[in-house]
Nanobody, 124 residues
């Protein structure tokens, strides 16, 4: 089992920045990938960014150039730096951990472990 705890969500105006953190505990060696998904009201959950144990990163097209995923392996923590936020980024953001392929694929939102979520709200 892996436990994931997110923090860092909040409200910001368009153009602003937020940094999300996710601390993992438990059997973290079982997961090749960690990353972030988001779900807006009335929409499907979607992948945002993923990072592999070897440092490989993947992003959804909608956040490329604006969001950066990183990790501190010593702290079992994954971060999501979100810059140039737009209202369309408003959603509940979930940290996740999963095995094998860390590539973010449109329409795919499956993981082995999930955090409880942290709300990000961007106002225009």
């Amino acid at each position: 089992q892996v436990q994931l705890v997110e923090s860092g969500g909040g409200s910001v105006q368009a153009g602003g920045s937020l940094k999300l953190s996710c601390v993992a505990s438990g059997n973290t060696d079982s997961s090749d990938c960690m990353g972030w998904f988001r779900q807006a009201p009335g929409k499907e959950r979607e992948g945002v960014a993923g990072i592999a144990t070897n440092g490989f990163t993947s992003y959804a097209d909608s956040v490329k150039g604006r969001f950066t995923i990183s990790k501190d392996s010593a702290k079992n923590t994954v971060y999501l730096q979100m810059n140039s936020l737009i209202p369309e980024d408003t959603a509940m953001y979930y940290c996740a951990a999963w095995a094998l392929d860390c590539t973010v694929v449109p329409g795919w939102a499956s993981a082995d472990y999930w955090g409880q979520g942290t709300q990000v709200t961007v106002s225009s």
